[in-house]
């Protein structure tokens, strides 16, 4: 499974700088730059499709928020 950190440095390096990004396409980053695998790609839990890996990047996205790291349209 693809660590927070991997996500966070994919993210980091291919996101542009002081523009909003639409979550689709931060998705569409992460699957151009990391090869996700198999325990990615499986669901979060029974109840949900979405697979672990969009759940991840979430995760990281309020991780960094909470931290200042990065501004929501919500923060401004």
Same mark, same amino acid.
């Given at each position: 499974?693809?660590? $927070?950190?991997?996500?966070?440095?994919?993210?980091?390096?291919?996101?542009? %700088?002081?523009?909003?990004?639409?979550?689709? $396409? /931060?998705?569409? /980053?992460?699957?151009?730059?990391?090869?996700?695998? $198999?325990?990615?790609?499986?669901?979060?839990? +029974?109840? +949900?499709? %979405?697979?672990?890996?969009?759940?991840?990047?979430?995760?990281?996205?309020?991780?960094?928020?909470?931290?200042?790291?990065l501004? +929501?349209?919500?923060?401004?």
């Amino acid at each position: 499974m693809t660590n $927070d950190g991997a996500l966070w440095i994919a993210l980091h390096e291919h996101l542009p %700088r002081k523009t909003w990004i639409a979550l689709a $396409d /931060i998705y569409m /980053i992460v699957q151009h730059r990391i090869l996700l695998d $198999d325990d990615d790609l499986a669901c979060v839990n +029974s109840r +949900s499709r %979405r697979p672990r890996w969009k759940y991840n990047v979430c995760r990281v996205l309020h991780s960094k928020q909470r931290e200042g790291t990065l501004l +929501s349209r919500k923060s401004v």
